[in-house]
């Protein structure tokens, strides 16, 4: 996600779809890229959670797992996976809507992802209109 881009604005394209308030839990261990996520899903009408790393979302959620509405989280993180996490969050929560992002993920990696209950995986990089309507389309229950 390019820093700084503006999730609503068009050039021939429609605006991305706004939210209602639900609130998001977005992970990932690069304070930059969760510092213009959570933006944009803000300026989008979401409520956002930002944590940097598995162990501060796993401490954020554990608190209060029907807090959040979705976790939006990366694959591969120094100090642990994102899947690990979201099996989890999933002890907690079951049937928890996530998205993984992932600048990569290998064939043998697709099934146990699936298997985990993520309902979207999300390939980086990604723009901020692709990622707003991956969120309202994972939150309004289509796939």
Same mark, same amino acid.
């Given at each position: 996600? +390019?820093?700084? !881009?503006?999730?609503?604005?068009?050039?021939?394209?429609?605006?991305? &779809?706004?939210?209602?308030?639900?609130?998001?839990?977005?992970?990932?261990?690069?304070?930059?890229?969760?510092?213009?996520?959570?933006? +944009?899903?803000?300026?989008?009408?979401?409520?956002?959670?930002? !944590?940097?790393?598995?162990?501060?979302?796993?401490?954020?959620?554990?608190?209060?797992? !029907?807090?959040?509405?979705?976790?939006?989280?990366?694959?591969?993180? &120094? /100090?642990?996976?994102?899947?690990?996490?979201?099996?989890?969050?999933?002890?907690?929560?079951?049937?928890?809507?996530?998205?993984?992002? +992932?600048?990569?993920?290998?064939?043998?990696?697709?099934?146990?992802?699936?298997?985990?209950?993520?309902?979207?995986?999300?390939?980086? &990089?990604?723009?901020?209109?692709?990622?707003?309507?991956?969120?309202?389309?994972?939150?309004? /229950? @289509? @796939?």
């Amino acid at each position: 996600m +390019t820093p700084g !881009a503006d999730p609503n604005s068009t050039s021939g394209a429609q605006r991305a &779809p706004r939210g209602n308030g639900e609130h998001v839990l977005y992970v990932d261990d690069e304070a930059a890229l969760v510092a213009v996520a959570s933006r +944009t899903l803000e300026i989008l009408g979401y409520r956002v959670t930002g !944590a940097f790393g598995p162990a501060e979302a796993l401490a954020l959620f554990s608190k209060d797992p !029907a807090a959040f509405d979705l976790v939006v989280t990366d694959y591969e993180m &120094p /100090g642990g996976s994102g899947l690990d996490m979201v099996t989890e969050m999933m002890r907690l929560r079951p049937n928890l809507p996530v998205i993984l992002a +992932t600048g990569l993920l290998a064939p043998r990696d697709e099934g146990r992802v699936r298997e985990a209950g993520v309902r979207e995986l999300f390939l980086k &990089p990604y723009t901020p209109r692709e990622l707003g309507d991956l969120v309202h389309r994972v939150l309004s /229950g @289509r @796939r």
